[in-house]
């Protein structure tokens, strides 16, 4: 049997998974919304909600003890805060981030 804390830590670890797929999903919708260009008010509320999101990855993964999806979280924040917005290279971090998340064999971006 687990002990009271391990169970406290793994009902929690489940938890921070759960939430960052919803993240995943949002990302996903602003990551089509800077494939397919809107105005360019609405690419900057894209550009703007995969930063905010992948900060919040960031810190919850480093929080959680998932070191990878801290250190891809933070690749994705600190391209995104350097004026990067190649949809092709955001993919590919959405793609590493996704596998992180889900446990699948990460890709590198």
């Known amino acids: ?3 009271p804390d391990e169970d406290i830590i793994a009902t929690l670890s489940r938890g921070f998974i759960s939430d960052a797929a ?3 999903e949002a990302m996903d919708g602003a990551l ?6 809107p105005p360019a ?4 509320d894209a550009k703007n909600l995969l930063r905010f999101e992948s900060h919040r990855l960031r810190g919850s993964g480093a929080s959680f003890g998932f070191p990878e999806i ?5 690749q994705m924040e600190d391209y995104l805060e350097g004026s990067g917005s190649d949809v092709a290279v955001l993919g590919r971090l ?3 981030l996704r596998s992180a ?4 064999d990460d890709p590198k971006p």
Request: proline share 7%; charged share 20%; hydrophobic share 40%.
């Open 94 to 96: 959405m793609g590493a």
């Open 22 to 24: 919803a993240r995943l």
């Open 32 to 37: 089509g919304r800077l494939a397919n260009p």
């Open 70 to 74: 801290t250190r891809l979280a933070g």
């Open 101 to 104: 998340v889900t446990g699948d």
């Open 41 to 44: 008010p609405q690419c900057e």
């Open 1 to 3: 049997m687990a002990e």
